[in-house]
């Protein structure tokens, strides 16, 4: 096989490969700007808990830690 046969078939596999890419980008369902809003705010209330709760538990382990 030659130079120029083996850099068609990989130009070949390339268009392949970006051909593809192109179709399952279609399939996708992209979430509307209303859902990102949503899901945005409902993981900004979850990180917001989750520091919470840790803070909680910070300040509870040094009373302990400060009574004994």
Not at 4 to 16: I, M, N, W
Not at 25 to 36: A, C, D, G, L, T
Request: proline share 1%.
């Amino acid at each position: 096989m030659s130079k120029k046969e083996k850099e068609q078939k990989v130009s070949k596999s390339k268009q392949g490969f970006f051909h593809g890419i192109k179709m399952e980008m279609k399939k996708v369902k992209w979430p509307s700007f209303k859902e990102i809003v949503k899901y945005t705010i409902a993981t900004i209330i979850v990180c917001l808990i989750v520091i919470a709760f840790f803070q909680i538990l910070n300040i509870l382990i040094s009373l302990i830690k400060g009574v004994f």
